[in-house]
């Protein structure tokens, strides 16, 4: 669904062939990008958040959607991951999350709470469901 501006659909209730999700509340529009921490053109970042300069605004599809933002090492530290272990990735890992309530667009800054951990991923649902709710 990449023309309507989603990379990635998270289900957490799939129902059948037919449907894929109950409701709305069950499923997450994503829109991911990468960069480089040496991205000087695309990526900045301070000690409380970091910053991602958009092409093209991002607009929302459906009731829950998120950008996500990973970041990728930079050139010079690029071929050491070529050598590191699963485990070692996951330390390694750098990505951040931002709801997108209507539309975002030019540079967006991403509070560095908002890291990507599985704890997040999942607190995302319970949010999209509370919205529901309301």
């Known amino acids: 669904m990449d023309n309507m501006g989603i990379d990635y659909v998270i289900y957490s209730f799939p129902v059948g062939s037919e449907r894929t999700v109950a409701s709305g509340a069950n499923e997450i529009n994503i829109q991911l990008k990468g960069t480089a921490e040496d991205s000087t053109s695309k990526f900045s970042e301070d000690v409380?958040?970091?910053?991602?300069?958009?092409?093209?605004?991002?607009?929302?599809?459906?009731?829950?959607?998120?950008?996500?933002?990973?970041?990728?090492?930079?050139?010079?530290?690029?071929?050491?991951?070529?050598?590191?272990?699963?485990?070692?990735?996951?330390?390694?890992?750098?990505?951040?999350?931002?709801?997108?309530?209507?539309?975002?667009?030019?540079?967006?800054t991403i509070p560095k709470t908002n890291k990507l951990t599985q704890e997040a991923y999942m607190s995302l649902f319970k949010n999209a469901d509370d919205e529901v709710a309301i």
């Open 48 to 108: 409380d958040s970091i910053r991602y300069k958009l092409n093209d605004p991002i607009v929302r599809v459906g009731m829950s959607m998120y950008l996500f933002v990973v970041v990728l090492p930079g050139t010079d530290e690029f071929n050491s991951w070529r050598t590191i272990n699963e485990s070692d990735v996951l330390f390694r890992a750098r990505a951040y999350y931002l709801k997108v309530d209507d539309e975002i667009r030019g540079w967006v």
